[in-house]
């Protein structure tokens, strides 16, 4: 859960992609996942009579491998 | 040297507890979030439904609202608490008499179980019991109904955690002003910097972890308030102060629509992670400072 | 800055910190006056003395078996738990004090986000599970007073371990390690070298997480119905069910405060660290 990047700084090596934040494997992970969820729901709430949910699956996906990979 | 399998032995009863009844219960929510089962409905039987749960969650106007009123709760609670906890941590910086006696005082309220807090408000302000609405109806000619004016039982509940909250905030910001060296206060005051300049460019930024800490605590438990408001107001009028802790509880529990509830609870536990870690990502980042812990 | 000026800023404090100090007791302070007073003596205009103290309130009160069954379950829960958490606690701390052991650091965290989960979450799934899952024939762990001291582990580990932390690491290992060189094994070592330097370590720990299990409402409202209901859950009560026996319940408050007021004296200095993870030390 969130606190935990305090603990694994020491542990992982961090470093800083093109994200605003110095983060480490985990958090990127995490922010891929929040994000992943943020955008799904955002969708179904706002976007989904228009544009079937899969199309959320499909850029969360994009994104998330983005970030783990570059952030 | 030791052998390592003792430690791990030592530890086991503490991993297994928290592991039964912490991480158990996280993977079960997670599951029945995708289900549709609902203990008097027809079919009594869990199914899976993919993302039906959420999908009627987003467009809940009750749970959204409810979402809504707590983060406006937490936030308000929470900047009053830090505002007046930093005021009398900074008094009690100086040489008071009695230093001992208040810091005593000020802890009760910490130990105090939450549903206690809750009886002891509501006993003040009940009418035709309670000083409070007796005494600003008298006084200052407003009638003080907390089972009426929802905007009043909002700002009582606030009122009510900062009665609670403060002294911890006061307690960590003084131990975190107690510990901080003399000589940038001392240097600044030689180059004739003002109070404020002092304050914001010295006292700040040097106060910025304890404050750090004290915010994300006191925001995470201020976001799971139940037992003090539930006993104050019941989460009325209506639904004024039926923050989303209370909603679940009340409101779906008794539904036994479990599926629902189990994904109401998830996102409640998504959104609580997320505004943490956002405000620790923020507050650490903006400006270049040392790790925070 | 001048002595004059000095002076006021001790006064303006010293006034202002006994605002503070009026405002932090006088609800409580209520709370007792309401409960000293008869139905009667409560109407009409809000009375801050109390002339003679009105027993019957208490009296009613502990008279009330179904209350004397909550006062005792309470008893027992919150103490059966401060000793198993205590105990788990220093096996626990001193098994990551001492030994290496891969990712202890993500262990202590891990600890962590069980106790700042919030309880409404965790209600729905551990219902279920109490109710459903977690049975042994006719057996069930709803409603047993085993349940809620196991689950109230669950808050009260982290919050022990993390005050144990600091009071493990600061007994030099030197001591067990020459213990060790003794023949002394690893019981020996926590019952004869630990326990009694972590002594007034442990004293503290065991009130707190006392107090919290005795404070805690929402989870012994939902996972008790008859028989392992406790002092928290009857003084909720008093809203949904009586309601208008300010008294009576101000007298019920009363005395499930009573051991937050009776302990803290002991544990004062304690509890902003405890409740903060050893993030502020004072």
């Given at each position: 859960m969130a606190e935990?990047?305090?603990?694994?700084?020491?542990?992982?090596?961090?470093?800083?992609?093109?994200?605003?934040?110095?983060?480490n494997a985990f958090d990127r992970v995490f922010i891929g996942t929040v994000i992943f969820v943020a955008l799904h729901l955002l969708w179904m709430r706002f976007l989904e009579a228009h544009i079937p949910l899969y199309v959320a699956t499909l850029l969360s996906l994009l994104i998330g491998a983005v970030i783990v990979a570059r952030g | 040297m030791r052998s390592n399998t003792i430690g791990w032995l030592l530890l086991a009863p503490t991993l297994l507890i928290l592991t039964v009844f912490g991480v158990v219960?996280?993977?079960?929510?997670?599951?029945v979030g995708f289900a549709d089962w609902n203990a008097f409905a027809a079919d009594p039987t869990p199914h899976f439904t993919g993302v039906e749960n959420y999908r009627r969650l987003v467009f809940d106007d009750q749970f959204l609202s409810a979402l809504w009123k707590t983060l406006g709760f937490g936030f308000f609670a929470v900047a009053s608490e830090v505002v007046l906890g930093y005021f009398l941590a900074q008094l009690l910086m100086k040489d008071v008499p009695f230093k001992g006696f208040f810091r005593t005082i000020h802890t009760l309220p910490l130990m105090v179980a939450p549903i206690a807090v809750g009886a002891t408000w509501r006993l003040l302000t009940v009418p035709g019991l309670g000083p409070l609405p007796y005494y600003l109806e008298r006084w200052f000619g407003i009638e003080f109904r907390l089972g009426t004016y929802a905007d009043q039982a909002f700002v009582t509940t606030i009122i009510m955690d900062v009665w609670h909250w403060t002294p911890l905030v006061t307690l960590t910001l003084l131990a975190g002003l107690a510990t901080m060296p003399k000589e940038p206060f001392e240097q600044a005051q030689i180059d004739g910097a003002n109070k404020l300049?002092?304050?914001?460019?010295?006292?700040?930024?040097?106060?910025?972890?304890?404050?750090?800490?004290t915010v994300f605590i006191r925001l995470m438990d201020a976001l799971r308030t139940v037992d003090e408001v539930w006993m104050l107001t019941g989460g009325g009028p209506g639904a004024a102060t039926r923050y989303v802790g209370l909603h679940i509880w009340r409101v779906v529990f008794p539904k036994t629509d479990y599926g629902y509830g189990a994904a109401m609870s998830l996102l409640t536990l998504y959104l609580t992670i997320v505004m943490c870690w956002l405000l620790y990502a923020a507050l650490v980042t903006r400006r270049e400072l040392p790790k925070a812990e | 800055m001048t002595k004059k000026k000095q002076r006021r800023g001790t006064w303006l404090s010293l006034v202002f910190w006994t605002v503070a100090s009026f405002v932090t007791l006088f609800p409580i302070y209520w709370m007792f006056v309401v409960s000293a007073k008869s139905r009667v003596e409560l109407f009409g205009r809000p009375n801050f003395i109390i002339r003679s103290f009105f027993t019957e309130n208490y009296t009613n009160t502990l008279a009330d078996p179904s209350f004397q069954r909550y006062l005792i379950n309470s008893i027992i829960v919150a103490s059966c738990n401060a000793l198993l958490v205590t105990t788990l606690a220093l096996f626990a701390t001193y098994a990551l004090s001492r030994y290496k052991l891969v990712g202890k650091e993500n262990i202590f965290f891990w600890t962590i986000t069980n106790r700042m989960a919030p309880p409404a979450v965790f209600l729905l799934p551990l219902f279920l599970l109490f109710t459903?899952?977690?049975?042994?024939?006719?057996?069930?762990?709803?409603?047993?007073r085993t349940g809620l001291i196991l689950?109230?582990?669950?808050?009260?580990?982290?919050?022990?371990?993390?005050?144990?932390?600091?009071?493990?690491?600061?007994?030099?290992?030197?001591?067990?390690?020459?213990?060790?060189?003794?023949?002394?094994?690893?019981?020996?070592?926590?019952?004869?070298?630990?326990?009694?330097?972590?002594?007034?370590?442990?004293?503290?720990?065991?009130?707190?997480?006392?107090?919290?299990?005795?404070?805690?409402?929402?989870?012994?409202?939902?996972?008790?119905?008859?028989h392992a209901r406790t002092i928290t859950t009857g003084l909720a009560e008093f809203v949904t069910v009586t309601g208008t026996n300010w008294g009576q319940m101000a007298a019920t408050a009363t005395l499930t405060l009573l051991p937050a007021l009776l302990f803290l004296g002991l544990v004062q200095r304690h509890i902003v660290a405890g409740l903060t993870f050893g993030a502020v030390k004072e």
């Open positions: 935990t990047e305090n603990g694994n700084d020491k542990a992982n090596k961090g470093r800083t992609g093109f994200l605003p934040i110095h983060t | 219960p996280f993977v079960y929510v997670l599951v300049q002092i304050f914001w460019h010295i006292t700040l930024p040097m106060l910025k972890p304890t404050i750090l800490a | 459903q899952a977690f049975t042994i024939g006719d057996w069930k762990l709803y409603d047993t689950l109230y582990c669950v808050f009260n580990l982290p919050f022990a371990i993390w005050t144990l932390r600091s009071v493990i690491d600061g007994i030099p290992k030197e001591l067990d390690e020459a213990a060790m060189i003794d023949g002394a094994n690893t019981w020996q070592i926590l019952t004869k070298v630990i326990l009694p330097l972590a002594r007034p370590g442990l004293a503290v720990t065991a009130i707190l997480t006392w107090v919290f299990a005795w404070n805690e409402y929402l989870f012994a409202a939902t996972l008790t119905s008859v």
